[in-house]
């Protein structure tokens, strides 16, 4: 079965443009939720969807955004870069998102931002 | 909120020695505790969780946690540690619809 998977694992980018970062989960798997990890912050929640809909929003602003599509992909975009953006940018997904259920992982997309 | 604390930044620990790594949480309500590790430039795998039940719960490549309600702790533990179990480990506690993450644990296996 295969896992989570990020792409891109790496990305270099510029202050003030934009970056779409996608996240296919595991087959069957409905919720879909992004973490920012830096080394100052740790791990970040940044926001939650389940069937296409966002459930949850960390404390993030408005230039980090979401979506999930109807096969339970999602991608998250960052408008506006900003140094402070660069960090580790990870997936996780999980059967339904309830309290019960352990959310697995993909690899990462390493941000940098100059 | 729910929350988690880690206490120590890194755990050092000679192979073949019992590795304990120390996690407290915060909750209001049923705590749903879970433990991540991390090895380096990679993602988190789940290693184990406590949902309800056994106060011991076992999990991924020998290591188990012990759950103690009346000291709102959840220590994960290892009876003999190998140099590969060096990583960074994560305990998190979920709940609406999300996990919040302790800083995480620096483990050190000495040869």
């Known amino acids: 079965k295969a896992g989570v998977t990020q792409t891109p694992r790496y990305l270099i980018k510029t202050r003030g443009q934009q970056v779409t970062l996608s996240c296919s989960p595991i087959?069957?798997?409905?919720?879909v939720s992004w973490y920012q990890q830096t080394p100052g912050q740790g791990l970040q929640f940044l926001f939650e969807?389940?069937?296409?809909?966002?459930?949850n929003k960390g404390n993030f602003p408005g230039r980090f955004s979401g979506r999930q599509f109807s096969n339970s992909r999602s991608e998250m975009n960052v408008s506006t870069l900003e140094l402070g953006d660069s960090a580790l940018y990870l997936c996780?997904?999980?059967?339904?998102?309830?309290?019960?259920?352990?959310?697995?992982f993909g690899q990462g997309t390493r941000l940098t931002v100059v | 909120a729910q929350s988690v604390a880690q206490p120590e930044d890194q755990v050092n620990v000679a192979e073949g020695n019992p590795l304990t790594v120390k996690c407290t949480y915060s909750?209001?309500?049923?705590?749903?505790l879970f433990w991540y590790v991390q090895y380096p430039n990679r993602g988190l795998q789940f290693l184990l969780k406590?949902?309800?039940?056994?106060?011991l719960v076992k999990g991924s490549y020998g290591f188990e946690a012990e759950f103690n309600k009346s000291q709102t702790s959840f220590h994960l533990k290892k009876p003999s540690a190998l140099v590969s179990d060096s990583a960074l480990y994560f305990c998190?506690?979920?709940?609406?619809?999300?996990?919040?993450f302790g800083k995480g644990n620096q483990v050190v296996v000495i040869p």
């Open positions: 996780a997904s999980s059967r339904t998102g309830d309290v019960n259920t352990e959310a697995f």
């Open positions: 087959s069957g798997h409905r919720s």
């Open positions: 969807y389940f069937s296409e809909t966002q459930r």
């Open positions: 909750v209001s309500g049923n705590p749903y």
């Open positions: 406590y949902i309800t039940g056994d106060n």
């Open positions: 998190a506690v979920r709940g609406n619809n999300r996990l919040a």
